[in-house]
Nanobody
């Protein structure tokens, strides 16, 4: 079993940077691909970024490519999302997610078994 807890959200201005962190408990997290998703009011859950178990493979949504960076520290059981050049359209609840061990990355939310409770990021113009 894996439990995920996000932190680092808040209210920022357009152009600012924010770093989200996801702390995981559970022995299998370091063997699992992880991802970040977001959900804006009235919209479905949207893929943001994903990283494989050892961090050498990442993928991003086109809307965040070049602005966001996903990383992980398996020694600390954490996954982070560095968000730069934030825009008002980045406003959403951001969720950390993890897959079962032994499978690769995916941009599909239904492929992730474990989810955090989410952290709000609000970008004002």
């Amino acid at each position: 079993q894996v439990q995920l807890v996000e932190s680092g959200g808040g209210l920022v201005q357009a152009g600012d940077s924010v770093r989200l962190s996801c702390a995981a408990s559970g022995r299998t997290f370091s063997s699992s691909a992880s991802g970040w998703f977001r959900q804006a009011p009235g919209k479905g859950r949207e893929f943001v970024a994903t990283i494989n178990w050892n961090g050498d493979s990442t993928d991003y949504a086109d809307s965040v490519k070049g602005r966001f960076t996903i990383s992980r520290d398996n020694a600390k059981n954490t996954v982070s999302l560095q968000m730069n050049s934030l825009r008002p359209e980045d406003t959403a609840v951001y969720y950390c997610a993890a897959r079962i061990p032994g499978v690769g990355t995916s941009p599909l939310a239904r492929m992730y078994k474990y989810w955090g409770q989410g952290t709000q990021v609000t970008v004002s113009s």
